[in-house]
């Protein structure tokens, strides 16, 4: 496919599965450095267009090794090459990951001293860096680009170079100055790295980075180690409580729409005995990067965040992926439930799903738009796009079909016609409630009855048979609807009058006091010639065991897994890095299934590489044989 604006594009869209590496050196460098014997297809073709010098755009879904990609060439090179990230939280997780296995690397950004920023100057001026990150702010605002120069750099990688395009859901001014590297180095090639991109957004990345003939690949959106599951949302605290239940002592991230939210739920999962904290952009700065540290040190087990806290978490073992309210769109929602299970172990994301989210965010967005400096025109396409992205967020919550596949569909590609077993759907999780045309018919009748003037709240408590002061105050207690569903809660109550407002059965009007009409539909179902289908209101405690996740601890030794756990976070701790890059989940579980009993044995473990032998072989081998290591470090 041509893209336009860009010459000799090419195109091709690759599968996820593991094959063997093609040519010796990069084989050589992935075992001797990284413990890994694989790449995918994609990582191939991405680390041989970065080594023949071409450009390249690179999509591949979070979790699908596209670190790998920038990571490897300057090895296989003996280059140096130049990393531009977004985020310092991102920088320094992959600094820290790469220091682990005695990869020369380092970050240039504002949490760094003058002496430790010389200190780095002088490094790369010596040729002893084969990876150098750093913020597109300060690449383009200093003497670092004649630094870079006079070393000779050869590639630049962009990472979530999404940023750069106005179509994007993190769209980032900044990103736009990239252009000068064209310019400035017109020899070096240029990769583009990204975990969202739909067509349009790739056709922009390219057209504003100047690409030359990229080859753009595009790996598949599809997750199948993540478990997708959507339950109507009737209490918050109840069913957060109890998803995370499933996930007892297991590294969890839990969205709220709000920075009240967060820090309401926070301190309520803390006080049932819970390891968690708030995050949000309203704390202080050293606030947030303790609760961030404290995450990657498995110290707290939950971070309660707004999408804040998305971009700059790098943590490999997130099990859990919860959302509490409705995300503005599939692209955000793609981003943030991919940060779980990035280790490619079995990991859940679940999202609690209620169309007042949905009134909530065309309510902001149309805030935020009149706010904003745009002129009329500006402001009205602004909205538009925004709206488009949050009811295909909306549609794909709704929808009773295979998560996995309504995902694929939306970003532009297909998925196997067959059961994914690991959605709620194809599960079989989602209950249907018994005479739901009946029910429905009550709620309609409820709001004809009040004369379609009041809300869903009130529409409720009339149902319930609640003596509310309003319900009392309007004589609502004496309609032939009041008390119809005295056996539901107020919660469970809303939540079926929101799905028949998803189903379009049922309709509300704009503005700060919304009030609930009927239709022409809804006069189909009062008269009998419409069949209403309403899931049964549910906390989200129904979760079947899929086979992807019994698959993974096939053969484990969870008590030696549990020790190994305790032994690297001792070492973590000791070092001041993240647990994860001591040795992810992955590779703490492959040694308690495999047990070796030497050196040679251990290094075949996937993610033992030279480095890592010669730092903890002794410590893992001696907890194998039930030993405790000699010493912590």
């Not at 809300?455 to 009339?462: F, L």
């Not at 033992?608 to 730092?615: N, T």
Request: glycine share 6%; net charge neutral; with cysteine.
């Amino acid at each position: 496919m041509r893209m336009p604006g860009v010459s000799g594009t090419t195109e091709r869209e690759t599968d996820s599965e593991h094959t063997a590496t093609s040519g010796p050196d990069v084989a050589e460098v992935l075992k001797r450095w990284w413990g890994f014997e694989t790449l995918r297809p994609l990582q191939i073709e991405a680390i041989h267009a970065a080594l023949a010098g071409r450009d390249s755009l690179v999509v591949m879904p979070t979790g699908g090794g596209k670190s790998l990609c920038y990571q490897l060439p300057p090895l296989v090179g003996d280059s140096t090459d130049v990393v531009i990230s977004p985020l310092v939280a991102l920088m320094k997780d992959q600094v820290d990951a790469l220091e682990a296995i005695g990869y020369p690397a380092a970050a240039l950004h504002s949490g760094l001293s003058q002496e430790e920023r010389s200190a780095i100057r002088d490094q790369l001026a010596a040729g002893e860096l084969r990876l150098l990150f750093t913020a597109p702010e300060r690449l383009v605002n200093s003497s670092l680009l004649d630094t870079l120069a006079r070393v000779g750099v050869k590639r630049f990688a962009i990472d979530e170079a999404h940023c750069i395009s106005q179509w994007g859901h993190d769209f980032r001014p900044e990103y736009r100055q990239l252009a000068l590297l064209r310019e400035r180095f017109p020899q070096a090639s240029l990769h583009a790295y990204t975990a969202t991109a739909t067509p349009r957004v790739r056709d922009d990345i390219a057209r504003q980075l100047n690409l030359r003939e990229p080859a753009v690949l595009v790996g598949t959106f599809d997750r199948p180690n993540l478990v997708y599951r959507i339950v109507p949302r009737t209490d918050r605290v109840a069913q957060t409580l109890a998803i995370l239940g499933r996930h007892q002592g297991e590294a969890s991230i839990v969205y709220c729409i709000s920075r009240r939210e967060t820090e309401r739920l926070a301190a309520r999962l803390a006080a049932e005995g819970l390891l968690a904290r708030p995050y949000h952009a309203g704390l202080d700065a050293k606030e947030r990067h303790r609760t961030q540290d404290a995450f990657a040190k498995e110290t707290i087990d939950v971070v309660v965040a707004t999408v804040a806290f998305g971009m700059g978490i790098d943590r490999s073992d997130v099990r859990l992926v919860l959302h509490t309210s409705l995300p503005k769109s599939l692209e955000a929602y793609q981003q943030e439930t991919g940060r779980a299970g990035r280790d490619g172990l079995a990991a859940e994301c679940v999202l609690l799903y209620s169309s007042a989210d949905v009134f909530s965010w065309e309510a902001l967005v149309r805030k935020s738009a009149a706010e904003s400096d745009l002129d009329e025109e500006e402001q009205d396409k602004l909205v538009g796009s925004q709206l488009q992205h949050l009811h295909a967020m909306r549609r794909y919550a709704q929808a009773a079909r295979c998560r996995h596949a309504a995902l694929s569909e939306y970003f532009g590609q297909t998925y196997p016609p067959k059961p994914c077993e690991a959605c709620d759907v194809c599960l079989g999780e989602a209950a249907s409630l018994a005479d739901a045309t009946v029910v429905a018919q009550k709620i309609l009748s409820c709001v004809a009855r009040v004369e379609q003037r009041f809300g869903v709240r009130h529409i409720c408590e009339v149902l319930r048979g609640a003596k509310t002061d309003n319900v009392l105050r309007n004589g609502h207690d004496r309609l032939s609807t009041y008390g119809l569903l005295s056996n539901l809660d107020q919660r469970a109550a809303e939540n079926l009058v929101h799905q028949l407002l998803d189903q379009e059965l049922l309709e509300r009007t704009a503005g700060d006091r919304p009030v609930v009409r009927l239709n022409p539909r809804s006069w189909e179902v009062l008269r009998g010639e419409r069949e209403v289908v309403l899931l049964e209101p549910q906390t989200g405690t129904k979760a079947k065991v899929t086979q992807a996740e019994a698959d993974d601890w096939e053969g484990v030794d969870r008590d030696l897994f549990e020790r190994l756990r305790r032994w690297r976070r001792r070492i973590a701790e000791a070092r001041g890095k993240p647990a994860w890059t001591i040795l992810d989940d992955k590779a703490l579980r492959t040694i308690a299934k495999e047990k070796p009993d030497s050196p040679a044995a251990l290094l075949r473990c996937k993610g033992i590489g030279e480095k890592r032998l010669a730092d903890f072989g002794g410590a893992i081998l001696d907890l194998v044989a039930g030993r405790e290591p000699a010493s912590e470090d």
